[in-house]
């Protein structure tokens, strides 16, 4: 069983630029869940998702940030016109339950850079 | 607000020597206290967790940490850090979403680099 497999692992855009993150959970897993990591910051939770739904989006800027996770298929998060300040490692991580906790893997996260 | 403070950003240590990292929480009601690491190149992994019962508590690779009420905190210690240790530490504290779904609050990190 895969664990949480996320790409690409490292992503250069330049400013103005579309980028988008793929997250593959886990078999079974249909909970999932976005954090960014900003340097010498912690992982800032970003949005909840279940299949076709988004459930909690509060850590998500308003503009130009959107996620989405289908029925069939990867979650997506996809930043529109990107700017210096998106860069940072984007971490996805899934649970079969939404009682986080010890049923929470994470992905190894992929790396954004904005030239 | 939940918010989970770290006290060290950047920690150095030589082979042997004794490890603790601060972490200290901001929750009124009940929590569940994590520690993660997180290899060079690699993904978050669960160190050790807090639940309820005895406060102290194992992980793996020789990992422990105290949960004291009192003074808010779960401080992660080992007594002989190796090479290998070198990763980057996140405590974490559950907290609620809005809805009721449970979501894991992480702190800052520390970073440690252990020279042989």
């Known amino acids: 069983n895969a664990g949480v497999m996320q790409n690409p692992r490292h992503l250069v855009r330049r400013r103005g630029q579309e980028a988008r993150l793929r997250c593959s959970p886990m078999k079974g897993h249909s909970h999932v869940y976005w954090y960014r990591q900003l340097p010498e910051e912690g992982l800032k939770f970003m949005v909840y998702l279940q299949k076709e739904n988004i459930i909690d989006e509060s850590g998500m800027p308003k503009e130009r940030f959107s996620a989405e996770f289908p029925k069939e298929g990867p979650s997506i998060l996809r930043i529109q016109q990107v700017v210096r300040g998106d860069s940072a490692a984007y971490f996805c991580a899934s649970s079969t339950t939404d009682r986080v906790a010890e049923k929470l893997f994470f992905g190894s996260g992929t790396q954004l850079s904005v030239l | 607000a939940q918010s989970v403070s770290q006290h060290n950003h950047h920690v150095i240590l030589s082979e042997a020597a004794s490890l603790e990292l601060g972490c200290n929480y901001s929750?009124?009601?009940?929590?569940?206290l994590f520690w993660y690491v997180q290899y060079p190149g690699q993904h978050l992994q669960l160190l050790l967790k807090y639940f309820s019962g005895d406060p102290l508590v194992k992980g793996i690779k020789g990992f422990e940490a105290e949960f004291i009420k009192s003074k808010f905190s779960f401080n992660l210690r080992k007594p002989s850090v190796q090479w290998s240790d070198t990763a980057e530490y996140f405590c974490a504290v559950e907290g609620l979403l809005s809805g009721g779904y449970n979501k894991l609050i992480f702190g800052a990190g520390t970073r440690l680099a252990v020279h042989p």
């Open positions: 929750y009124g009601g009940t929590v569940n």
